[in-house]
Each structure stands twice: as C-alpha cells, then as structure tokens.
C-alpha cells in the first residue's frame, strides 16, 4: 500500500478544500493509496462528518501548530516542530509515508525538502518546475521556477534531465524535447550562464535537446522541457499567472486562457530530492489537491525517484 | 530645424510604409522638422510620386547598399559602407543629422549605436527597453530588454536613471516609480544581481524607488520603470510579444490586448547613446514609422541626451 501524506493546514482553503481533494480522489481512485492527512484533528475531523472518507483509505495524523503563509521558512520550521509541515516531513523522513503535499507555506516545504530529506546523491541543486499549458491542449515544463536563482551552467543541465524524466514518466510525453530558454536561437548567443550551458546540454546523451528557444517559444509545443535559471523561470511564472488575472478581469472567456490558471494543476514536485515532495498553490482548491495527490501517487507508481537516481550512476 | 534620419530601407515592408510613415508624420506634425530618407533613391523616389510629401520638410538621401535582416552585425556594417544603416550613423556622428531611425537589422543597428556615436560619458552600457501596456492605457517600460544580457547592478542603477529621464520626459509621467523585477518583494531577495542591485537603487536620490516587483507586476502600474538585466527583459517582452500571436490566434478581440502589438509602438531608443537612435521592429508598418519620428521629435526637443548628462555631472 502507498502512503501519500497531505498537510491538511495548507493553502487558503485549508482543511475544507485539502479533504474535498482527498474525497475526489478517492471516489475516483482505486488503487491501494492512503491518505495521511495532518492537522488539527478536531478541524479535520469536523470536515470529515460532511465529506465522509472510506475507511481504511485515510488516517488522521494530528499536528497542532500550523505555519502560516508569511512566516519566515526556516525559522518557522525550527519553532514549530508540531506544525503540519514538520510532522509531515518527520513522517516521511522516517518511512511512514512515501510521499508528502502541501500547499502551505511555500518556503518552509523547499526548506523541509531540501533539509528533511536530502537531495538524491550526485544531484547538486534540486529543483521546483512549473507547467507551461500550450494551445494543442498538452503541457511543457519550465525548470527551475524560483528555487535556484543563481544557477551553474551544470545546474541547468541536471534541471534538463529532472525535467525530461518528469516528463516522459508523469507527462507522459515519450522523447521530451528540451529547449534552452535564450534570447537567441543560434548557439553562442545569451548570457554567459546560457553560453556555458548550451554545451553540456548539446552533449547530453540523456536528453533530446534541439537548442535554444525564445520566450516567444515558452507556450508553444516547440520545445517540452524548458530550461532556465530560477530567476527567469520563476519570473516568467509569475508574469503568466499574471495574463490569467488579466483574462479573467477582462471576462474574456476562452478555453487555452483558462488553462493560465495555474492553481488547476494543483503545484510541481520538487525533483532531485530522495521523496516525492508537492508543494502546491496558496489559492488550492479541491480539484488542485486531487491532481497533487494523483501526481504523488504516480510519481510513487513509477519510481520517478528510482529512475533518476539510476540516470546519474 | 530638426533633421531626422529615417532608414528606408530597413523594416520588412521598406521602403513603402517607411515613407507613408513619414507622409503622415509631416501631415500631423507641422514642428520644424526635415525628414532625412536615406536608402534607394530610385525606388524612394517611385514611392514618393504616389506618396508625396511636403517640399523643404524631406530630403532624399542615396545609399545603394541594404543591410538585410539576418546578416551578421558588425560583418554587415564593415562590408556595406554605403547601407542605408551605415549611411545614416556616418550623418548622424557627422552631426548632418540630429537623430537616426531604422526597423532594419537590429544587431547592426545596435552596434552602429554603441560604436559609431559612443556612449554618453559616464555611462557604462547604454541600453534598451520596451513599453509595456498596462490596462489603464498608459506604458510601463521595461529596460534592459536585450542590449545587456549579463550586468553588474551599478549597471541596473543606471538603467533606472536612463528609464526614470524617459518616462518623465517622453512618457510624461511626473515621478517615475522605478520597480526592480525580482522574484520576491522584501529586500534581501532575489539572485545576487538583484541583492546587490538593491541597495544601489534604495540610495539613489535621482530616482522614485519603490522596491521590488515580481513577474506578475509587470504589466500593472505599480511601477513605471522597470529594471532588470537583459536576458530577464527580453524573455519577458518575448514572452509577451507571443501573448499577442496567441490572443489574436484565437480571435480574442479586447483593447487591452491589442495593446500587446508591440509594433505598433514603433520602436523604442537606445538610451545612454550620445545621440537619440531609435530601433523600430522589423514588421513596422506606417503608424510604427510615425511614432518612431514622433519619439525622436521629442527626445531632440526635451533634449534628452542633455538631462542624461546632466543627471551624471
């Protein structure tokens, strides 16, 4: 049986729409998963008599404290080590549960996943990615999003083969083409970062990379895998989400602009730690927790985490 | 009287919507200014009998080479002495005329500014920005979007001087807030340009600094100069250039969007040259060629380059 924990606390939602995910999830799916949930119990509990789980698919894990959204990471993590997301990461430290998500406190979970777990061996710099929807209905990845903002031209190129495993085995896309997020197509151009990194990506026997593309590119099927530093990636993130706001204010109503709204997907695994780890949207609602819990398990069902450890012997 | 050079040729719809440009410049514009066409003079000469333009206010000048729009910068310009580009950077670092306009080749234009006419003194990398549209109707512009792809953050500091003298003197915005584009709000975050940037930034008295902005500010009024280094600049005004290919893909018709046709903006100057260039983009049509003279009418008049020089003694 898989053991998926989900910080009950997190996200603005939280506990109301983190158990409606759960709910969808289970009623949609059969396989032998259980549901950690962690928080305060009584709350939890309270959620439970109107949105009744089946039993012997979930327990409830109490956690006392609570990390608020704008709480400084590790200090929170340090002074609150009953909190739904130190539970979560002792849990799933110590084996007692394969996978843990949260949509609380970003900071404090890349913390947690960075210092709880440990990255894999041979990773330098683990990594947070963000999906890129594109007009023919499928997903792109770009990679890093915020968690590196200052990266080495190597960095970049791990990202590449994170990211290509991501999504060959949880996007389902078969030979993912990487691209190199650049401010020209031909090779040399850029910055020095992107200079140096065009190389190592070029030589990479381990991905299918067909060079540099533009931000023009970024939401075209042209590339899968988009490479960058966190700086740009977590820049061109946040500006994105922003054309949604703008969509939705200007009640534009069109099928490709709804998919900019990046809360459906329900958050990005943190990839190159040694456990699945889903840090989710602050604005998560039910739908967002099913697909986190759905990614979990599939990272789980697929060994994400063995297939990449096996990419770096 | 004001002389302003106009490249012809360049733009892909050269040289017919250069010169409609400059016909319905001249005809809204009765400020004593002489457009200077420099290219082909047979075939500018077959467009002007269709497109007349008023007597004393042009001049035709012959230039029998055409830089083309995939050539290599500085080969092209070292090749091609008599290119309508290399022609008009000769008038201009001759003083024959008093600012330079192309939609040609933007890499020679470039170099042509950074080598023929030199950088103010004191400037230690001129640069350029891009508008961007907010939904209020007014523009935002974003600098550094490509002429510096790696900066040092006294280079950031500079660029927020070089912004802050156009907004307030092209863009008429009093008090130009100045935003630097990084990937949190509080001081101290952000890659180590943007950390070292700060400080800079928080201590120059020459500009309205507000802080940090992050990716989804970008197209909001919180700030009306935004500063980042040039590989972030332009995969954002990419990015948002493909905004528009998708919005009119779809069919979708808003004004706000609309107003992501960063052609019709006509160009944006290098700032920091010792002399207004203007690169216009390459689709320019009419309208483009219009607001680019305009810009360039005004930077003479405000006498931009002299408040740039002013803000360094």
């Known amino acids: ?26 009623r949609e799916n059969h396989a032998d998963i259980c549901l950690h949930l962690i ?23 109490h956690a006392p404290q609570v990390i608020e959204m704008h709480e400084h990471p590790t200090r929170a993590l340090k002074e609150k080590p ?25 900071g ?3 913390v947690g996943a960075l210092y709880s777990i440990k990255s894999i061996e041979g990773i330098a710099r683990p990594t947070i990615g963000a999906y890129m929807p594109r007009e023919n209905g499928s997903l792109g990845l770009l990679v890093d999003v915020g968690l590196n903002s200052d990266c080495k031209p190597e960095n970049l190129n791990q990202f590449a083969i994170l990211g290509s495993l991501f999504a060959r085995h ?4 078969e030979n993912p083409k990487v691209g190199l997020l650049n401010i020209g197509e031909e090779e040399g151009k850029g910055n020095l970062l992107a ?24 939401l075209l099927d042209k590339s899968d895998v988009i490479v960058c530093d966190g700086f740009t990636g977590n820049v061109v993130l946040k500006f994105a989400e922003s054309i949604y706001d703008i969509v939705s204010r200007r009640n534009i109503k ?19 730690v040694s456990k699945p780890v889903i840090i989710g949207h602050g604005i998560s609602h039910a739908t967002a927790f099913k697909n986190m819990i759905r990614i979990a398990g599939r ?12 990419s770096l012997s």
């Open 299 to 310: 990272m789980i069902e697929t060994d994400l985490t063995g297939k990449i450890r096996e």
């Open 82 to 106: 009953q909190s739904s997301i130190s539970i979560g990461f002792q849990l799933l430290a110590g084996g007692k549960i394969d996978a843990f998500i949260s949509a609380g406190n970003t």
């Open 108 to 110: 404090a979970m890349m």
């Open 195 to 218: 200079q140096a990194a065009f190389p190592l990506l070029k030589e990479n026997s381990q991905i299918n990379f067909i060079g540099n593309i533009e931000g023009r590119d970024v």
């Open 254 to 272: 069109d099928e490709h602009f709804d998919r900019f709204n990046f809360e459906s997907y329900g958050g990005v695994p943190v990839l190159g």
């Open 1 to 26: 049986m898989i053991h998926i924990g989900l910080d009950a606390m997190g996200g603005d939602f939280a506990p109301l729409e983190a158990i409606r995910g759960a709910e969808d999830f289970l």
């Open 170 to 173: 949880i996007l389902n896309i």
């Open 39 to 61: 928080g305060d119990e009584v709350a939890i509990k309270n959620h439970l008599t109107a949105h009744p789980l089946p039993e012997n698919r979930y327990r409830v894990i």
